[in-house]
């Protein structure tokens, strides 16, 4: 049963925006902190952003994208999203939507959904 499901990814130009979403099961939503990984071409996973549930979130970013990208997530749609501005190649990889109690999504989420590829040119 698919839980994530992602969307958006594609080819881009350096400098160029993309927005990632990721549908969720509402159980999933409701219940765990959500974010995004990406893997890169002979790299391993990273975390790339989280943002926790609740009445007030919390968010992380990788360095590398702070400032750049954007999580946020709609209640209403079981939604979590990555806005991603001034891509550069660098960020070229699979991008995987994840889900995972908040004291692990950084580091081990307990879903994760299929990938969706985003491609930056120079």
């Known amino acids: 049963q698919v839980q994530l499901v992602e969307s958006g990814g594609g080819l881009v130009q350096a400098g160029g925006s993309l927005r990632l979403s990721c549908a969720a099961s509402?159980?999933?939503?409701?219940?765990?902190?959500m974010g995004w990984f990406r893997q890169a071409p002979g790299k391993e996973r990273e975390c790339v952003a989280t943002?926790?549930?609740?009445?007030?979130?919390?968010?992380y970013y990788e360095d590398s994208v702070k400032g750049r990208f954007t999580i946020s997530r709609d209640n209403a749609k079981n939604t979590v999203y990555l806005q991603m501005n001034s891509l550069k190649p660098e960020d070229t990889a699979i991008y995987y939507c994840?889900?995972?109690?908040?004291?692990?999504?950084?580091?081990?989420?307990?879903?994760w959904g299929q990938g969706t590829q985003v491609t930056v040119s120079s």
């Open positions: 994840v889900a995972g109690p908040r004291t692990v999504v950084r580091t081990s989420p307990t879903k």
């Open positions: 509402e159980w999933i939503f409701s219940t765990y902190a």
């Open positions: 943002m926790t549930g609740g009445r007030i979130y919390s968010t």
